[in-house]
C-alpha cells in the first residue's frame, strides 16, 4: 500500500497579496495572543478539502479537476473584509474574504465538489464560504468589541488578483505547520 497523500483543490493566492494579509496578520496579534497564524506563504482559497489520498488515485482525481477547470472561464478575484467561524463572539478560525469574485468562486468549488463524487469523494453538504484563512484561535476570546476597528479592511489596496488556474495541492503536517507543494495546476478557459 502506497503511503497516502493528504490534499485539497485550491485556488493559489499570489505573493503580493499574501504580503498584504500578512500585515493585517501582524496587527491582529497584538489583539489574539494565543492563535495559531497561516504563514502568509500558505495562504490560499480552498475549494474543496480531500484528506487521505491513494496516490494511485491522483491522475483520475487530476483529471477531474482538469474537466471542471475547462468549463469555467478565467475571473477576477478581490480580497476584502475580516470575518470569523462561527462568528467574532466565538472565533475559532479568522479569515479574509472575497468582495468580488464570490459567486464564481463558490460556482467553481460546486463543480468540483459534484464532479469528485465520481472519484468516490461525498459531497460536502455545508454552505460554501469563499474565505482565505488567516488564524486558528486557540483562546477563547470575544472579538465583537473589535468588529468596528475591522471595517477597514473592507477593502485592502491591491488585493486584486486574476484566476487563471485552480491546483491539486498536498499537505504535509509537520510540528512547525504544514508545508504545501503544488502537484499539479489546471487552467480555466
Not at 483520475?60 to 478565467?74: K, M, N, P
Not at 484563512?133 to 477563547?140: D, G, H, N, S, W
Not at 477597514?152 to 498536498?170: C, P
Not at 512547525?176 to 499539479?184: D, W
Request: charged letters at 20%.
Amino acid at each position: 500500500m502506497n503511503q497516502p497523500i493528504r490534499c485539497f483543490v485550491a485556488i493559489e493566492i499570489p505573493e503580493t497579496i499574501q504580503n498584504k494579509l500578512a500585515r493585517i496578520q501582524g496587527t491582529l496579534r497584538k489583539q489574539i495572543q494565543k492563535a495559531s497564524w497561516v504563514k502568509p506563504n500558505n495562504i490560499h482559497l480552498t475549494l474543496k478539502f480531500l484528506g487521505d489520498v491513494d496516490p494511485d488515485d491522483i491522475q483520475t482525481i487530476g483529471e477531474t479537476i482538469e474537466g471542471v477547470a475547462i468549463r469555467h472561464r478565467s475571473f477576477s478575484l478581490r480580497v476584502g473584509g475580516l470575518g470569523a467561524f462561527p462568528n467574532f463572539a466565538r472565533p475559532r478560525v479568522l479569515w479574509a474574504g472575497v468582495k468580488v469574485g464570490s459567486e464564481r468562486v463558490s460556482d467553481l468549488a460546486q463543480d468540483i465538489n459534484v464532479a469528485l463524487t465520481d472519484c468516490g469523494f461525498s459531497i460536502d453538504t455545508k454552505k460554501f464560504n469563499s474565505h482565505l484563512t488567516i488564524a486558528r484561535v486557540k483562546e477563547r476570546i470575544d472579538l465583537r468589541p473589535y468588529a468596528n476597528q475591522y471595517r477597514q479592511y473592507d477593502r485592502i489596496d491591491g488585493a486584486e488578483m486574476s484566476v487563471r488556474t485552480i491546483s491539486l495541492i498536498q499537505s504535509q503536517l509537520h510540528p512547525t505547520g504544514a508545508i504545501y507543494s503544488t502537484l499539479q495546476s489546471y487552467s480555466l478557459t
